[in-house]
């Protein structure tokens, strides 16, 4: 069974539109991010959470906020969708939250495709 | 910003033989950690090596860093076809912030 769930699996969106990306963990951590990659850039950093605060942010844009509604929980939600955030979107989880040193478990990623 | 790289953006070897995979990174770090990621899958952590150490081992896997040159390598013996994957580092310069990866070496290992 997969421990951290993604949802959807694949997405496609207009430009323009937005989405929310779903992600939930059950290995009972407390710390949770968001990475992209797509053919263009390496698996990109993007946000992460600790104990639902966010903890370190490398996203320029406002369009991408994510949302936190329980420990483990972490959407994201992307508005004014562009061609460009075509990507697959990986969520991951790690124990406890203070990153140092930790092991990441990532999720099977939601492949958005922006027309 | 990407604070750790891989040297080769793809290698290829043939079942049975050794590879080695090779990352450089820009700043001072804590820890260094490989992942793999194979196809239409999230990465996976192989290895996670801490700056007072200079080997780490994990099965078939072998991983050095050097702290002087900023280096690491991840060494695996005797591969096999299902190590096809593209195998990542990923460096924290600081305890407060997430990993961040290098661009990553693609392996395949052929029949």
């Known amino acids: 069974d997969p421990k951290i769930i993604q949802k959807p699996k694949y997405l496609v969106a207009v430009t323009g539109s937005e989405k929310i990306l779903i992600c939930e963990q059950y290995?009972?951590?407390?710390?949770m991010y968001w990475y992209r990659q797509s053919a263009k850039k390496p698996l990109e950093f993007m946000f992460s959470y600790s104990y639902q605060k966010l903890m370190d942010n490398q996203t320029a844009s406002s369009r991408f906020q994510p949302q936190s509604s329980k420990k483990n929980h972490l959407d994201l939600q992307i508005t004014a969708l562009k061609p460009d955030d075509s990507a697959t979107y990986f969520c991951?989880?790690?124990?406890?939250?203070?990153?140092?040193?930790?092991?990441?478990?990532f999720g099977h990623g939601t492949k958005l495709s922006v027309l | 910003s990407q604070l750790a790289e891989e040297n080769s953006w793809a290698l290829s070897v043939h079942e049975g033989e050794s590879v080695t995979v090779n990352c450089s990174y820009k700043t001072s770090i804590t820890a260094l950690q490989w992942y793999r990621q194979k196809s239409g899958k999230g990465p996976a952590q192989l290895i996670l090596?801490?700056?007072?150490?200079r080997e780490k081992r994990n099965g078939r896997l072998r991983a050095t860093l050097d702290t002087s040159s900023q280096s690491s390598s991840l060494s695996i013996t005797a591969t096999r076809c299902e190590d096809t994957a593209v195998y990542f580092c990923?460096?924290?310069?600081?305890?407060?912030?997430?990993?961040?990866f290098g661009a990553g070496t693609k392996l395949s290992v052929k029949p």
């Open positions: 991951a989880s790690s124990q406890t939250g203070g990153f140092s040193n930790e092991r990441l478990f």
């Open positions: 090596i801490r700056s007072n150490e």
């Open positions: 290995l009972g951590h407390n710390a």
């Open positions: 990923a460096t924290q310069p600081h305890n407060n912030n997430a990993p961040r």
